[in-house]
């Protein structure tokens, strides 16, 4: 099941009150109401996803006008997301939201399937709703910057990292995001800087190593490039991110070296990976070998 479910199931658990008055206010069907909303989350914790969900339907049947379905709809949501239609969920979020627009974590979710789905536009309106609601959020911020990154609105994505940063001068996740975006301004100097330091200052973090070799590696400079991935499995011990096999495959499927890339691409699958992030990687190798050799005089 979704992460993302459990903070809305607690919020169930801390406003059951609400659902089970709201179910119980004498309306036809109220204690069958109740029943099911029990039941939903009794098979939530038994780790029961299906039962969870025709309880959940059951009870919007039985009471669809509960002032507390809205909470209802957003777990239900979750549950539809994890069997793996996102696009049933977005519809649920949004009758949620029609019934309790100023709930941050439903609009949250919702923005978060929009933008997995590729419907950037509206994810970037909910994420402006988000940042509007919540000002000072760097999560909020950060997401709008990472919808920003896919539109490559760079100068807005440069805009709210920054407003991070005078927060929160030390954000580390938010200064590696600010290299890669002066990387994609055309300022490589600076963000090689800034990822040095970082590196420097925690050299225990993956992120920082991970974005200077991509650095380096659109720049051509293999070597440089194959040591900060070493540098990064070397660190992880026996537990190694399939990230890192994807990203020294690319670095060696770029300099021909394709022996080499399968074995990484295969250790990537035993990692984690799965075939949509191994054809992009080979896709992302392609594309920079194309660029390296057009600037070869």
């Known amino acids: ?9 607690t919020i169930i658990v801390a406003l059951m009150p609400l659902l089970l008055a709201s179910a119980q206010s004498g309306k036809e069907g109220g204690e069958a109401y109740a029943g099911c909303v029990v039941r939903y989350f009794d098979y939530y914790e038994a780790g029961k996803p299906d039962s969870a969900e025709l309880m959940l339907r059951q009870a919007l049947e039985l009471s669809p006008e509960a002032e507390g379905n809205f909470l209802l709809l957003g777990n239900l949501a979750e ?19 029609n019934r309790q627009p100023q709930v941050p974590e439903l609009r949250e979710r919702r923005a978060d399937l929009l933008s997995d789905l590729g419907q950037l536009q509206s994810a970037l309106t909910d994420y402006d709703e988000l940042v509007s609601m919540a000002p000072s959020s760097e999560i909020y911020r950060y997401k709008r910057v990472l919808t920003y990154e896919k539109l490559r609105l760079w100068s807005a994505a440069e805009e709210d990292l920054k407003r991070i940063l005078a927060r929160n001068a030390e954000a580390y996740l938010p200064r590696v995001k600010l290299a890669e975006v002066y990387e994609r301004e055309g300022r490589p100097l600076e963000a090689e800087k800034l990822l040095s330091y970082l590196i420097e200052q925690q050299p225990a973090m993956a992120p920082a190593y ?10 051509g400079r293999k070597s440089d490039a194959l040591a900060d991935v070493r540098e990064i499995i070397r660190r992880s011990g026996k537990r190694v991110d399939a990230e890192e096999y994807l990203l ?15 074995r990484d691409f295969a250790r990537a699958v035993e990692a984690g990976a799965t075939p949509s992030m191994l054809a992009q990687a080979r896709e992302e190798a392609y594309q920079i070998k194309k660029k390296i050799i057009n600037k070869i005089p």
């Open 248 to 262: 020294r495959g690319e670095i060696w499927l770029i300099y021909g070296e394709e022996e080499e890339a399968e």
């Open 210 to 219: 991970r974005a200077r070799a991509r650095l380096l590696m659109r720049q």
């Open 1 to 9: 099941m979704n992460v993302l479910a459990r903070p809305l199931a």
């Open 79 to 97: 549950l539809v997301v994890a069997r793996g239609d996102s696009l049933e969920a977005v519809e649920l979020l949004s009758e949620a939201l």
